[in-house]
């Protein structure tokens, strides 16, 4: 498939548009998105107007918001109106907030009536809650209806709605009662109520945290989760697909920060190079920060290094032995943070557990560093590499373990706190317990 597209790419680049709209013409929606998302602004805004209008107008509902944004930029008012009227609510609110607002209201003023009153809706909450994520357009079910009833209005409404395979059953006042499965409402017979099929729901509060109303609705396995307000009224349905959306850009968050990026929020190939630049060089600056603390300290211990120069040769196993029993922790518990396991008031036992994880660790790491520097450098020598390594990885455990707590009590993203900032604290106070016990070991 790879050459298929480097293919394309040729005839892009050679100008050849009647061969390049030909073959595009044999490629599925999932095909056409892969390849857009590989071109550059220019090329991606040539090949789109080349797509049939009903391919286009599936890619385009499937790309990222990023893309969305800058299709639209290169493409005439008539056709914007079409594109950002294809979409579903919640798609055309996160493509606007990718967008200036003045742009923005421009597109909101091409939509019909009904479209812009469901698109006000979503826009009216909060950014990063469910609410802002959900989608407005559902079938909602009267609990006293026959199922007859049910599959008449699902029949009548389903083609706007979000999905039909949850559908949320409320009472007289719209209070959430239940849900009840389209599959139940297709083998059942016509005169069942609808209040005698219906089963619990979990549902989730309109002002919730999106991630937290994601990763529930992906753990519990759901097809659809309905969004309540205050008093527990239906306003929308959150559907897994969104869900799934959600952790995926969440974690692409993480796997960046824990690597010191910024996430880039497209796809690889299309992101300009100054900003894939832009992503990295925050935390190189930071790194470089504590690099110079780093060699602060070797600059302190100086004369001990001078009397012991064998010491030097140990750095950077010490080093890269901290670092990495530190952001091995940060990684465990910023997941467990992630999925629910653990929260900020489970900290003494987060530290507890990483306090006997970096003993474990340390001294059986301690035990081969001692009989390996003690066989070649001594065995006094080994004595201190075996204690330091004891003691840097049970340190570094505890941190890396505390970080990622730190940040979610103070509101901040726990993957900042990892790699970056346990790097640079553990390389320094490392250094400092490694000199400090060869000073005590061998009187210098």
Same mark, same amino acid.
């Given at each position: 498939?790879?050459?298929?597209?480097?293919?394309?790419?040729?005839?892009?680049?050679?100008?050849?548009?009647?061969?390049?709209?030909?073959?595009?013409?044999?490629?599925?929606?999932?095909?056409?998105?892969?390849?857009?998302?590989?071109?550059?602004?220019?090329?991606?805004?040539?090949?789109?107007?080349?797509?049939?209008?009903?391919?286009?107008?599936?890619?385009?509902?499937?790309?990222?918001?990023?893309?969305?944004?800058?299709?639209?930029?290169?493409?005439?008012?008539?056709?914007?109106?079409?594109?950002?009227?294809?979409?579903?609510?919640?798609?055309?609110?996160?493509?606007?907030?990718?967008m200036p607002a003045s742009i923005a209201r421009r597109m909101?003023?091409?939509?019909?009536?009904?479209?812009?009153?469901?698109?006000?809706?979503?826009?009216g909450y909060p950014s990063g809650t469910i609410g802002r994520?959900?989608?407005?357009?559902?079938?909602?079910?009267?609990?006293?209806?026959?199922?007859?009833?049910?599959?008449?209005?699902?029949?009548?409404?389903?083609?706007?709605?979000?999905?039909?395979?949850?559908?949320?059953?409320?009472?007289?006042?719209?209070?959430?009662?239940?849900?009840?499965?389209?599959?139940?409402?297709?083998? @059942?017979?016509? +005169?069942?109520? %609808? =209040?005698?099929?219906?089963?619990?729901? /979990?549902?989730? *509060?309109?002002?919730?945290? #999106? &991630?937290?109303?994601?990763?529930?609705?992906?753990?519990?396995?759901?097809?659809?989760?309905?969004? @309540?307000?205050? +008093?527990?009224? %239906? =306003?929308?349905?959150?559907?897994?697909? /969104?869900?799934? *959306?959600?952790?995926?850009? #969440? &974690?692409?968050?993480?796997?960046?920060?824990?690597?010191?990026?910024?996430?880039?929020?497209?796809?690889?190939?299309?992101?300009?190079?100054?900003?894939?630049?832009?992503?990295?060089?925050?935390?190189?600056?930071?790194?470089?920060?504590?690099?110079?603390?780093?060699?602060?300290?070797?600059?302190?211990?100086?004369?001990?290094?001078?009397?012991?120069?064998?010491?030097?040769?140990?750095v950077p196993l010490l080093i890269g032995t901290g670092g990495?029993?530190?952001?091995?922790?940060?990684?465990?518990?910023?997941?467990?943070?992630?999925?629910?396991?653990?929260?900020?008031?489970?900290?003494?036992?987060?530290?507890?557990?990483?306090?006997?994880?970096?003993?474990?660790?340390?001294?059986?790491?301690?035990?081969?560093?001692?009989?390996?520097?003690?066989?070649?450098?001594?065995?006094?020598?080994?004595?201190?590499?075996?204690?330091?390594?004891?003691?840097?990885?049970?340190?570094?455990?505890?941190?890396?373990?505390?970080?990622?707590?730190?940040?979610?009590?103070?509101?901040?993203?726990?993957?900042?706190?990892?790699?970056?900032?346990?790097?640079?604290?553990?390389?320094?106070?490392?250094?400092?317990?490694?000199?400090?016990?060869?000073?005590?070991?061998?009187?210098?």
């Amino acid at each position: 498939m790879n050459e298929k597209l480097e293919d394309l790419e040729d005839l892009i680049r050679e100008e050849r548009l009647t061969e390049l709209r030909r073959a595009l013409d044999d490629f599925n929606v999932g095909d056409t998105v892969d390849f857009l998302e590989r071109l550059g602004v220019k090329d991606r805004a040539v090949t789109f107007r080349l797509l049939p209008k009903g391919v286009a107008v599936e890619a385009f509902d499937m790309l990222d918001q990023s893309l969305q944004h800058e299709i639209i930029e290169g493409l005439k008012d008539q056709d914007v109106a079409l594109f950002f009227e294809s979409l579903d609510p919640d798609d055309r609110v996160r493509l606007m907030d990718e967008m200036p607002a003045s742009i923005a209201r421009r597109m909101m003023r091409h939509l019909d009536p009904r479209e812009r009153s469901l698109t006000n809706i979503v826009l009216g909450y909060p950014s990063g809650t469910i609410g802002r994520q959900m989608s407005p357009e559902f079938v909602a079910i009267p609990e006293h209806w026959t199922v007859a009833q049910a599959m008449e209005k699902v029949s009548r409404a389903g083609e706007d709605a979000e999905t039909l395979y949850t559908l949320p059953v409320v009472d007289p006042a719209r209070l959430l009662r239940g849900v009840v499965s389209l599959r139940d409402l297709v083998t @059942t017979e016509g +005169e069942t109520l %609808v =209040v005698d099929l219906m089963k619990e729901a /979990d549902s989730v *509060d309109v002002d919730h945290d #999106a &991630e937290d109303a994601a990763r529930m609705c992906a753990d519990r396995k759901h097809l659809a989760v309905p969004v @309540t307000d205050s +008093e527990h009224r %239906v =306003v929308g349905i959150f559907t897994v697909d /969104d869900a799934l *959306d959600i952790l995926e850009r #969440a &974690e692409s968050e993480d796997a960046a920060r824990h690597g010191g990026a910024e996430p880039l929020h497209r796809p690889y190939l299309s992101t300009p190079v100054l900003t894939i630049m832009r992503s990295r060089v925050v935390w190189l600056l930071v790194l470089a920060l504590g690099a110079a603390l780093t060699v602060q300290v070797l600059d302190v211990f100086e004369g001990t290094i001078e009397s012991m120069v064998v010491l030097s040769l140990f750095v950077p196993l010490l080093i890269g032995t901290g670092g990495n029993s530190g952001n091995q922790a940060a990684t465990t518990v910023t997941r467990a943070l992630a999925l629910g396991d653990v929260g900020t008031r489970d900290v003494f036992k987060v530290l507890w557990r990483e306090v006997r994880v970096g003993i474990t660790l340390g001294a059986t790491l301690g035990v081969l560093g001692f009989l390996v520097a003690g066989l070649f450098y001594g065995w006094d020598i080994g004595t201190v590499i075996g204690l330091t390594l004891l003691s840097i990885c049970t340190l570094a455990a505890s941190v890396g373990g505390l970080m990622p707590l730190l940040g979610k009590k103070l509101g901040a993203d726990p993957a900042v706190f990892a790699n970056p900032f346990i790097s640079t604290f553990v390389d320094a106070t490392g250094l400092i317990v490694y000199f400090m016990i060869a000073r005590v070991v061998l009187g210098i």
